[in-house]
């Protein structure tokens, strides 16, 4: 028989069979973060339900040679909640170009184009965003012109 603190030595390098961390039950989620520029301004659609969805995309560029770099292009949809508008208006607010950090929740989804060809794509639900450096103003954004006019 091992002394007790030999046993806990021993119990603590010993791989568990399940998680002792969490009594939830375990869920696969693709998470991801995306640090890129808004490539257009965020749309809103109105669903056929009557639910709110922000969708905008974010573009990302790979290091490396300047005649070599490659872009990605992440489409992320943000479903309204009840009460959540500030975050809705928000997000609309953002010009093309924005610097944002992105967290969301990948998934696959396929669907079928305009020629009837079978497409697949990377849908990236919104979880929490945060602007980095605002882009460009639109013309005839008030308020923006004030934020640029107020930090100059």
Avoid: C, W
């Amino acid at each position: 028989m091992l002394p007790p603190l030999r046993r806990s030595l021993l119990s603590a390098f010993t791989p568990l069979s399940r998680r002792a961390f969490s009594t939830t039950p375990i869920r696969p989620v693709a998470r991801l973060s995306i640090t890129g520029r808004v490539v257009a301004e965020p749309e809103l659609i109105h669903t056929p339900a009557g639910k709110e969805i922000v969708n905008y995309t974010v573009a990302t560029d790979t290091h490396g040679p300047r005649n070599d770099r490659q872009s990605s292009y992440f489409k992320v949809s943000m479903y309204n909640k009840e009460g959540a508008d500030g975050l809705k208006d928000y997000l609309l607010s953002l010009s093309k170009g924005s610097l944002v950090f992105v967290e969301g929740e990948a998934s696959i989804r396929k669907y079928e184009d305009k020629e009837g060809a079978t497409r697949t794509t990377l849908q990236v639900v919104h979880r929490n965003i945060e602007v980095l450096r605002r882009g460009v103003p639109r013309e005839g954004d008030e308020s923006a012109e004030a934020t640029q006019a107020a930090t100059a």
